[in-house]
């Protein structure tokens, strides 16, 4: 499948409809909210990813049993996944991992629009992405400060160090920096180290894709001070899940 995220934004304005009916349908959020905070000396997004455009498909889970299986083996949040063209995912797969848990629990969805992050609400997230590379300027302002309205907390994601100056306009209190750039889904370490490097108190950074093992995430923490790590296809792929993400957050 050809990805890009303009042919993703593109796709994602198509779907408004749906998602404006889906918010129609959920008027009222079940679930209260989380507070996205992180406390111990490593962090764990945990993450539940079925699909993706580099690897196809990675797994086919209940998402609601994997959450509660991270939540178990001690991951401080979830992820889900609601795209479902390159992941696999849905807002269905939010509202049950949200309700069978007692964690904060990110959308992580390609959003270009405010109904968008009303659906994350209404689904149960304490949390939603906001992918600079895709947004303009103005679009990701607006829907910085939506999601500031909705009682949510916005993570911005970057992957490059040019992209900081604009994220920083917005005082961020958390930005995620992706090692995979987005445009050519390739890993990048390098790049995605610098950007990290830049970050500086009091904004707290969070490192995302590509972390498979114990040694890569001492590493990075290492190199850049970053305690926060999203991890995703290396648990949904690990055969004892729980115990790789112990593994994980036992680095010191």
């Known amino acids: 499948m050809q990805f890009s995220l303009a042919l993703m934004k593109q796709k994602k304005l198509e779907e408004k409809q749906l998602i404006i009916a889906l918010c129609k349908e959920h008027t009222m959020r079940k679930r209260p909210m989380y507070d996205w905070s992180f406390n111990s000396k490593i962090a764990i997004i945990a993450e539940v990813k079925k699909a993706s455009p580099s690897k196809g498909i990675i797994k086919i889970v209940d998402p609601a049993e994997q959450a509660v299986r991270y939540q178990q083996a001690g991951a401080k949040a979830i992820s ?5 063209h390159y992941f696999g995912g849905s807002f269905d797969d939010l509202c049950h991992v949200a309700n069978a848990v007692t964690l904060p629990v990110l959308c992580k969805e390609f959003i270009c ?8 609400y209404l689904c149960g997230a304490d949390s939603v992405l906001l992918i600079n590379a895709m947004l303009t300027a103005s679009e990701l302002k607006t829907l910085y400060d939506y999601t500031i309205a909705k009682h949510l907390t916005p993570l911005i ?14 005082k961020p209190q958390y930005i995620m920096v992706n090692m995979r750039n987005l445009n050519t889904l390739e890993i990048d370490y390098k790049t995605g180290t610098e950007a990290l490097q830049a970050i500086l108190s009091p904004i707290i950074k969070i490192c995302a894709s590509s972390i498979d093992t114990s040694h890569l995430l001492r590493h990075i923490k290492e190199k850049t001070g970053a305690t926060i790590f999203l991890v995703g296809t290396a648990l949904m792929q690990a ?5 790789f993400l112990q593994e994980l957050s036992n680095v010191c």
């Open 157 to 170: 994601e970057i992957h490059a160090l040019s992209e900081l100056d604009t994220v920083l306009t917005l």
């Open 239 to 243: 055969e004892n899940p729980q115990s």
């Open 113 to 120: 629009y405010t109904e968008q992050i009303d659906a994350a």
């Open 80 to 84: 889900v996944l609601t795209d479902s």
